[in-house]
């Protein structure tokens, strides 16, 4: 339950080291897990910021002693929970897939994000940039009779997941090509998966080539969000802005019902000159 929410983030820099919980944690205080996915979009991605670089996990061979003692040192400046960890380059048109319970520092590339719609979390690195963190943000959902039980802290890491030699194996996401895809470019367009390998939601990147048309079916409905140039949808304009004003309405963004979705919409791309990409996002299963 708990449906889909796909969100944008835009950071300079790196966020803290945290953890998402896992249901049964989440559970206690009222709340649902969180796995979440994403996409570097190239389109927004020309500049990298300041750290294109996202912690995950652990090192192997790291201890649960050693998570708790970074816990026990949260007031005395950085508690040093990354030294435990391993970055990975952040690739543009690629992504990763974080299902819950599994330490992550997003770093500063434009990010789609498919997630379960909850926002539980907790913060497990004391410092970030040189700002000091709330400890209130590593137990903000945390049954209160627990915010010193290290054991319990640390039980809401997936143990295994976050030490697994093969992480970056198991979670990154190159783009995948759907169905036939030389019959695609031949039909005026390009299909890729590039959310996929959960039972939570799945995104793919559609690509229509200048001044053609082609119709797409699916199984379910979905929402979409247009990273490049503008046409039509079953007739309905759409385009990519590139300046949006507060409170100004956009032509970005739109939702295929399911009946739409199995007969079939038409996306015409209306430039003789710009690729007409879009993102689809798709909910659990």
């Known amino acids: 339950g708990w449906g889909l929410l796909c969100k944008f983030f835009d950071n300079l820099g790196p966020i803290p080291h945290h953890v998402h919980q896992m249901d049964q944690h989440a559970a206690l205080v009222g709340r649902k897990g969180k796995p979440e996915a994403y996409y570097f979009p190239p389109q927004i991605n020309v500049i990298e910021n300041l750290f294109p670089h996202t912690y995950f996990g652990l090192e192997p061979g790291t201890t649960k002693d050693q998570v ?24 543009p048109g690629t992504g990763w897939d974080v299902p819950p319970g599994i330490l992550h520092a997003p770093g500063s590339l434009v990010t789609y994000e498919p997630q379960r719609a909850s926002d539980v979390f907790g913060m ?17 959902d945390v049954p209160e009779d627990k915010w010193f039980d290290f ?44 959310v996929y390998g959960s039972p939570w939601y799945s995104a793919q990147e559609l690509t229509v080539a200048p001044g053609r048309s082609v119709r797409i079916r699916d199984e379910a409905a979905y929402g979409f969000i247009l990273m490049q140039g503008h046409g039509r949808i079953n007739g309905v304009k759409i385009d990519t802005p590139a300046m949006i004003r507060y409170g100004q309405m956009t032509s970005d963004e739109c939702f295929v019902a399911v009946g739409a979705a199995r007969e079939g919409v038409l996306i015409e791309n209306e430039s003789e000159t710009d690729a007409l990409v879009m993102l689809k996002h798709f909910g659990p299963e």
């Open 124 to 140: 497990f690195q004391s410092m970030v940039d040189g700002r000091p963190v709330g400890r209130e943000l590593l137990v903000k």
């Open 151 to 194: 054991d319990y802290l640390v039980s809401m890491l997936d143990w295994e997941s976050n030490v697994d030699p093969e992480f970056g194996r198991n979670h990154f996401r190159a783009p995948r090509p759907v169905g036939d895809a030389a019959a695609a470019v031949a039909d005026g367009y390009q299909l890729l998966d590039v």
């Open 68 to 91: 708790v003692d970074c816990l026990k040192r949260w007031d005395e400046g950085d508690n040093h929970i990354l030294d435990h960890s391993k970055a990975y380059r952040l690739e």
